[in-house]
């Protein structure tokens, strides 16, 4: 078992910014793929970012150039900045990690909001 506790969420005007972390504790070392999804009101949960252990990223497109995805690894934290946020930046945002023990298992957090509004 993995648990995930999200941090960093809050209220921030248009073009400001705010860093999300994200603390993953119990079988850290099954872990292969940590990430960051948002669920905006009315809307599905999308993926915004992923990190691999060795370090390589991968973003979805609208958030490229403005959201940066980093990981510690011997801290087991997983972080999101997120620069020149826009409105359509505000949702819930979750910590996802991928684990593999003997099967693909994803974990969540429970959420943080973000809020972008003047």
């Known amino acids: 078992q993995v648990q995930l506790v999200e941090s960093g969420g809050g209220f921030v005007q248009p073009g400001g910014s705010l860093r999300l972390s994200c603390k993953a504790s119990g079988r850290i070392d099954t872990i292969t793929v940590m990430g960051w999804y948002r669920q905006a009101p009315g809307k599905q949960r999308e993926l915004v970012a992923t990190i691999l252990r060795s370090g390589r990223t991968e973003y979805t497109e609208s958030v490229k150039g403005r959201f940066a995805i980093s990981n510690d690894i011997t801290e087991a934290t997983v972080s999101l900045q997120m620069k020149r946020l826009q409105r359509e930046d505000t949702a819930v945002y979750f910590c996802?990690?991928?684990?593999?023990?003997?099967?693909?298992?994803?974990?969540w957090g429970k959420g943080t909001p973000v809020t972008v509004s003047s």
């Open positions: 996802n990690a991928g684990a593999l023990v003997g099967e693909w298992v994803d974990y």
